[in-house]
C-alpha cells in the first residue's frame, strides 16, 4: 500500500467523484451481480452483460437464480429494474453498454481445476474497441495471474494514439464471502492497483460510492498477487490440518487445531475431505503460474500433496463400510448454497466408486435429475435410504441434516457417520450413533461400539 502521490488528475475524476457516469458489468454471477447492485443502489445507472442467455433472462425478470446469495440485503433488484439503474443484455446485443464510461470485468478465469485466461481476453476483446476515442476505465474484478497483465495492456491498447484520449486500468480482486452478509463489497477494505498514479485517484472516486474502504496497492500487478496471496496462505494451512490428520490419526486433531487457533496470531482450519469453491483451490496456480521454475517449493509440493488426497482418504473411508454401501450427504461445497465448484464431493465419490462402493449422493438444492447427471447414478432418497447404507458422509452440513442424528439413534444397527468439518459433532454427543468428524477419529467409537478400533489409514 502506498500514498498517491500529486500528480495531474484527469477531469474524468469528477465525474466519478459525483457517481455521474455509467458502468457496464461484464459477467453476471456472483461477483458481477454484487457489483451492479450496489452501485444501482447509489444511484449509478449500471449495464449487466453475460453470455448466459437463461441468467440474463431471469436477471431482467428479477430472478436471482443463486442459492444463499447474501449480497442483496436491502437491495431489491425489482425496484432498480422499474427505476431504470439496471438493464440486463447478452454478449452481441449489448449496446447499451458501448456508452458506458467504466467497464468492470467480473468473469471466471478458471476452467476446471486449472486457471484459465480465456474468458477475460474474450471479454476484453469485445470491450477495447468500445475505448477507443474516449476516456474510459477498465477495471478487473477477476483473480487474474501477474503474467496476464502485460497481454491485456496491448490488447486494450493496440491502435490507440498517443494523442487520445487516457485508458485508466486497474486490478481490484474481489475478497467477499457471499453467503455471509457481514462480509460485503461495502464492509470489506477494498485492494484496488491501478496503472498508475492519476489512475489510482479515478479508481478510488468510482469505489468509494460503495466500499467503506479503499486500499491502493503500488500498481496491477502488485493488486492481483493480494487476492492469490491471501488464497495461497489458506490454501496452505488446510493442507497442513489435512497433513496432520493423517500423520496422527490417534489424535484428536481436529480439536488441537481449535486450541491452537485460541492464539491471537494463529488462523483455525479444520482437517477437511477436500478443498472445494472458486477460490482457495486455485489460488496457489496463479502464484506459480506468475513465476515458473519451482520457485514457490512450499505451494508446489502443497498442490502435489493434495492431488493423491482424495486416494487416501479413500482407502481408509472404504474400511469403515462392511457393505461397500455409502451415503454423500451434500453436492455443494459450502451449507445452504447450489455451488458444486470443486466440490470435494466429486473427488470423493469417483475415489470411493473405483474401490468398488456402491456410493449415492443426496443434496437439498439439487433435483434427482440434476443428481443423476453429474454421478450417473440413482440419486439417494433422503432419508429413506439410509437403512441401506452403513456408511454415511456428511460433506455439506446442509440443515436439512440437522436432525440426522436423532433420526439415526433409531436405528438398530446404525451407520458409521463421517462429518467434513465436524458441524453435526453436538448433535451426536448424545447418541450412541458411530461418529466422527475429519481429524478426530478418537472420537467415532460410541455405546456399543467403544471396544472396537478406527482403523489407521496411510499417511
Known sequence: MHSVNRAPVPSFRDATGSGQFRIAVWGCGLIGLSSLLHFAAKGIRVVGVDSNHQLIAELTSARIPFIGFKETQGIHLQQLLRDGLVQFSTVGNDEEAHDCEVHLVCVNTEDGPQISEKNLFEVLGHIAPLLVGRECTVAIESTVSPIWLQAVMQLLTAGRAASEPVLHLAVAPRRDWFLDDSRSLESLPRVVGAADAASSLVFRH????????????????????????ENSIRYIGVVL?????????????????????????????????????????????????????????????????????VERIAVWLRQLTRTGRVAILGVSYAPETKIDRLSPTMALFKALAMRGCDVRVHDPYYSAEEIAEIFGRVPLRFPTDLTDVDLILVATAHHEYYGLADLLANFSEPPVVVDNLGQLREKFNSTTVPYMEMGNRTDFVRGQHQEEQPPRSPS
Open 206 to 229: 468510482i469505489y468509494q460510492h460503495v466500499c467503506r474502504d479503499i486500499l491502493l496497492a503500488p500498481d496491477c500487478r502488485h493488486a492481483c498477487l493480494v487476492k492469490t496471496i
Open 241 to 309: 490440518a489435512n497433513q496432520l490428520a493423517l500423520a496422527y490419526p490417534d489424535v484428536d486433531i481436529a480439536e488441537t487445531m481449535r486450541l491452537a487457533g485460541t492464539k491471537w496470531n494463529v488462523p483455525q482450519y479444520h482437517p477437511s475431505f477436500g478443498i472445494g469453491g472458486y477460490c482457495v483451490p486455485l489460488g496457489p496456480r496463479y502464484l506459480l503460474d506468475g513465476c515458473p521454475g519451482n520457485q514457490i517449493p512450499l505451494l508446489e509440493n502443497a498442490c502435489a500433496w493434495t492431488s493423491s488426497y
